[in-house]
């Protein structure tokens, strides 16, 4: 069995540099079927390297990749798309530069690309602060109400609720949103067993026990006075730093709602 890769971005998203060893160097062309599936633009140019530890957030709840370098003895290594693969394994897609190449157990750094990094944070951010706005809104005008899944890309993000919410509510959850981010609100990361949860009233978010490796404790988002999300992604200190978050417009499809969003 493969060994997961150690996701050290979990518990500090402020570190945007890392030395790691690598665990593989797999040309794209020999990779599983299934990990090369998780990849649209690759070619037999790109290579996947696997490290012990990383500080690369792979796409997944919602979330880009976080793109970057690995930088090792003889050169350069462009991460350009990021995953995870069925055994828990990050696999960094990218080219290598030039006559770069990398060797088996010897220690790389990451860095990855801090601007990107902070975008996705505050979109992230800014996506439970929405779900937090609509629900503490709407959980009881809207018949058979509950948050469902969200986006948090930079050209797409929207979060999206069971039951129709109408137009009339966007000014409403446009103040209630603004609320919460100028409240300055403490986004605390945390781990939770299922206990943790039943304790605070919150069954309705106990992860599907095939999410959680056995032994292990969920990773949840606390906007403190607001919300708590089960969550792997990066996020900003407080709700503030979200900065501006605009609600562009409601959809409804099939007795379901899409609240998009923009952050400036």
């Not at 069925?86 to 860095?111: C, I, P, R, Y």
């Not at 948050?147 to 999206?160: G, I, N, Q, R």
């Not at 129709?164 to 990361?189: C, R, T």
Request: hydrophobic fraction near 35%; glycine fraction near 8%.
């Amino acid at each position: 069995m493969a060994t997961r890769t150690i996701l050290v971005f979990q518990n500090d998203a402020s570190l945007y540099t890392l030395e790691t060893t690598v665990t593989a160097i797999i040309p794209f062309d020999v990779l599983e079927e299934s990990s090369r599936l998780l990849f649209k633009d690759a070619s037999e140019k790109h290579h996947v390297i696997i490290t012990e530890k990383t500080i690369f957030h792979p796409q997944g709840g919602g979330q880009p990749s976080d793109t970057g370098v690995l930088k090792g003895p003889a050169g350069t290594f462009t991460v350009t798309a990021v995953r995870t693969d069925a055994n828990g394994q990050v696999l960094h897609l990218g080219l290598f530069e030039g006559s770069s190449t990398f060797n088996k157990d010897e220690t790389v750094e990451q860095a990855i690309d801090v601007e990107k990094r902070l975008l996705y944070s505050r979109l992230h951010t800014a996506g439970h602060v929405l779900g937090a706005s609509v629900r503490h809104l709407l959980e009881k005008e809207i018949e058979n109400f509950d948050e469902l899944k969200a986006s948090h890309f930079p050209d797409s993000a929207a979060c999206e609720f069971q039951g129709s919410i109408e137009g009339k509510w966007k000014d409403a959850i446009q103040n209630k949103l603004d609320a919460y981010v100028a409240a300055k609100m403490p986004v605390q990361i945390e781990w939770w067993d299922e206990e943790d949860f039943r304790s605070r009233g919150l069954e309705r978010l106990i992860p599907d026990r095939s999410l959680v490796p056995a032994g292990e404790k969920s990773r949840v988002v606390n906007i403190v006075g607001a919300e708590v999300y089960p969550c792997g992604g990066t996020h900003v200190d407080t709700t503030d730093l979200c900065g501006p978050v605009t609600v562009k417009k409601i959809s409804r499809k099939q007795g379901n709602s899409r609240v998009s969003y923009v952050v400036k």
